[in-house]
């Protein structure tokens, strides 16, 4: 069956008020479009636990902190509404700021900063404080979405880590819906997939990898024993500067309990989060130290991980 492709959020609502009302469960996954595996995992993911599985497609001005990312953030819908019609996905929809808050936009085109919604504790720190404004601009449209699609469940990556803290925040005021949060998917170099690694340069995309290296290093210390905050950081930082990359924050914060600044009690199920600049790009990439690193032992050579420090 084809997929319904929607060129407005007034459309998708009805299109799910049908599905609900034949009694069908939603999944809903939210993206920015320029498809890849790792958001095709989540609708993936969607449909198995899902009646029907729709997802949307929408570059939010209001979440993009630099006006150059906005223009040259990659966009693809006929290959995204193929790439989700070949997995199964029943609807795909799209609009424009002005139809997702139809009326509430001021002359200049923008939305009052008063109608921005406060993101919550987990927009604190690490791309809270490097990205001004953009949790509160992923709160507000995240919202309007899922008032668009009132979706029984809603699949986030956990690749953007303090995105799924916001959005978990937003449902709970809500009531609603569901947030599953999916694994990261990379490369077989590593790498995490995301949209904008298109824009990096051959030689860009290998030095990248060091992202997912400098978190497996942490990851392998972690296991075998080492807790120092700092060493482990110093971890991640020592396969960065290698690479030469951008540094913006490499940091550890405990999973379950988030703090704008590093923990100061013992760690118990710490993340490692990651984020540097490549040329133009940014990218960011996270892990949480107690599951099976992106790349195994074998790959650090000259490091010692089987013994105990
Ligand atoms: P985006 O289009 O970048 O806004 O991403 C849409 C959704 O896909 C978000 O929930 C992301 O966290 C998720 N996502 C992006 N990249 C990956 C990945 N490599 N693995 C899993 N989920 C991802």
Redesign the pocket.
């Known amino acids: 069956m084809r997929i319904n492709e929607l060129q407005s959020p007034a459309a998708a609502s009805s299109w799910c008020a049908q599905q609900r009302a034949s009694g069908k469960s939603v999944g809903f ?6 498809l ?1 595996a ?2 095709l ?2 609708v993936e993911r969607a449909l198995s636990e899902n009646d029907v599985a729709c997802v949307s497609v929408f570059v939010n001005p209001l979440q993009f902190d630099e006006a150059t990312d906005l223009e040259t953030y990659p966009r693809d819908w006929e290959g995204d509404a193929k790439r989700l019609g070949s997995v199964g996905c029943q609807m795909v929809f799209t609009g424009s700021l002005a139809q997702f808050f139809e009326g509430e936009l001021e002359s200049d085109g923008a939305l009052a900063p008063e109608r921005l919604l406060a993101p919550g504790r987990g927009a604190l720190g690490l791309e809270g404080a490097c990205r001004t404004g953009h949790f509160e601009g992923v709160a507000t449209i995240v919202d309007r979405l899922f008032e668009v699609v009132h979706p029984d469940r809603a ?6 880590f303090q ?1 799924t803290l916001v959005v978990e925040e937003v449902a709970r005021r809500r009531g609603a819906p569901q947030i599953v949060v ?5 490369e077989e170099s590593g790498l ?4 904008r690694n298109e824009r990096l340069r051959p030689q860009e995309r290998e030095r990248a990898v060091c992202l997912s290296r400098g978190l497996s290093r942490a990851s392998h210390r972690w296991q075998h024993g080492l807790r120092d905050l700092r060493s482990l950081e110093a971890e991640i930082l020592a396969e960065l500067e290698v690479a030469g990359v951008q540094v913006e924050y490499a940091a550890i914060r405990e999973r379950s309990a988030w703090s704008p600044e590093s923990p100061v009690e013992d760690l118990h199920d710490p993340v490692a989060l990651v984020a540097a600049r490549l040329g133009q790009v940014r990218l960011i990439d996270n892990h949480l130290l107690g599951e099976v690193p992106p790349h195994p032992a074998s790959a650090f050579k000259g490091l010692e991980f089987s013994s105990r420090p």
């Open positions: 996954v939210p993206t920015m479009g320029a890849h790792g958001h995992s989540l699949y986030f990556g956990q690749k953007d995105q999916c694994p990261i998917s990379r995490a997939r995301s949209s």
